[in-house]
């Protein structure tokens, strides 16, 4: 049985994203599954550091888009606001090329709070990073 509230398409989840970071650094989402999410990123300029490698704040971009779509699916109603509030990622090995690919599963889904386990890996299915989203699903206010 599926997490999700409704369960989107593709190009739903990509419309998400417009005009947002998440264009910007080319974030697209490429699966829904019953509990999880994916979507991938491009290693290239925009989400390199001058070193060459992926650089790690758009591993945490990645993360997080993938961790607040989910919460905001899995919200009691579209009118609820899902917004992050505290992110920490491990970067466990470097990515130079290609696309790094990001799965959202849920450890928690309450009323008020979601938390998230996004897994990052390279083309070869290494793990690139490990991240934790923490969510605050902010009731809408009464009148509103």
């Not at 264009?23 to 989400?47: C, K, N, S, Y």
């Not at 920490?88 to 790094?100: E, R």
């Not at 386990?117 to 990073?129: F, P, Q, Y």
């Not at 490990?130 to 902010?138: E, F, G, K, N, Q």
Request: glycine fraction near 10%.
């Amino acid at each position: 049985m599926a997490i999700w509230r409704e369960i989107p398409t593709i190009e739903q989840l990509n419309m998400t994203g417009r005009q947002t970071i998440a264009e910007a650094l080319g974030v697209e989402f490429t699966t829904v599954g019953e509990d999880h999410l994916v979507a991938r990123m491009p290693v290239d300029w925009r989400t390199k550091q001058p070193a060459g490698l992926l650089h790690g704040g758009a591993s945490v971009v990645l993360a997080e888009t993938l961790g607040s779509v989910a919460s905001a699916l899995c919200a009691p109603s579209p009118e609820h606001r899902c917004v992050g509030i505290e992110v920490n990622a491990n970067h466990l090995k470097s990515a130079t090329s290609g696309y790094v690919t990001g799965v959202v599963r849920p450890l928690h889904v309450g009323k008020t709070t979601h938390v998230w386990d996004i897994r990052i890996s390279n083309d070869e299915g290494a793990m690139v990073c490990v991240s934790r989203l923490t969510v605050a699903v902010i009731a809408p206010k009464a009148g509103s």
